[in-house]
């Protein structure tokens, strides 16, 4: 979920782009999955004696109004960071406005880039991260891309040995699947920054944001009600930040990296950082953009992926299960990309 129009920032809705797509008829498309080449990888992680398995998917989104619009979505994979056979990245990068796709190539680039760079980052991995975030924010600033009404979220998971931390802004997801008994359960490893969360929805009210949805904004319910339910049930119409004296940018999310403009509301390029201690109850992970999210819950998503042996099948089940709900819910889809790593021969032993 991202900005206004789908995910482009860079105009006002008038009253017909609100939510009346939703539940209207069909129209015809083409649904080109597109596979990437890396199909399918192992790389090993040998100071814990485990590997990693993963497959990527990414598909266009579907847009009637044009048809040859580019996938605003990239992903970026990098193993032995730093020459470490222990250290690797999987990041998904979903851009939105006018210059979304050269936004999140950018982001995609830079921050994997910076990242490595640092000599720090096995030491303090943490403001390692941060650092690299608000280095590449500040770099795509000063770029030749014009991203005032532009940008970028970011979803990233760096394995160190049998640590994850995993960094994220806006509202793609990551998620991993852990076995529980019988059950595989999903844990959700970043939270989505919208104004749906109290905390994120108070810190952009102090910079200064309308926090409205587009109703409101519209005239069409009251701007006094600052409640908007839940995400799931409110989708459709979600709480956007506006500047106080305009109609726009119009954002769903609250942290992205670009977007000028609303950087002076709030939204921030800080990430949100989790460690997770990898067990051998661990069993894959899941890196995706909201095109993934938007209809899926992590559990559904889990419980797919679970089903399959090969990954490069589960990958491409959700992505085309993402697609159709998509379309039996509006008349379009998202740019849907996913990553799958599956975490194989896990112990709790380390190699010396």
Known sequence: MGCVHGKCCS?????????????RERRPHINKHLLTQRSLEIVPVPSHNFTLQYSIFTQNGYYPDTLERENQDSFCIKTQIQGNPNVHFFGVFDG????????????????????????????DPLKAYTDAFLATNSELHDSEIDDTMSGTTAITVLVVGDTLYVANVG?????????????????????????????????????????????????????????????????????????????????????????STAEKIGVIAIPEISVVQLTPNHLFFVVASDGVFEFLPSQTVVNMAAGYLDIRDACAAIAGESYKLWLDH?????????IIVQLKGLSNVCII
């Open 330 to 338: 509006e008349n379009r889809t998202d740019d849907i990309t996913i």
């Open 96 to 123: 939105h406005g006018q210059y979304g796709a050269q936004c999140s190539n950018f982001v995609k680039d830079r921050l994997v880039e910076i990242l490595s760079s640092d000599s720090t980052l096995l030491d």
């Open 11 to 23: 105009k006002y809705p008038s009253s017909s782009d609100g939510d009346s797509g939703r539940h």
């Open 171 to 259: 509202d793609s997801r990551a998620v991993i699947a852990v076995k529980d008994g019988n059950q595989i359960l999903a844990e959700d490893l970043s939270h989505d920054q919208t104004p749906f969360r109290e905390d994120e929805y108070e810190r952009v009210k102090r910079c200064g944001a309308r926090v409205l949805s587009v109703d409101q904004v519209e005239g069409l319910k009251d701007p006094n009600i600052q409640n908007w339910g839940d995400e799931e049930s409110q989708g459709g119409d979600p709480p956007r930040l506006w500047v106080p004296n305009g109609m726009y940018p119009g954002t769903a999310f609250t942290r992205s990296v670009g977007d």
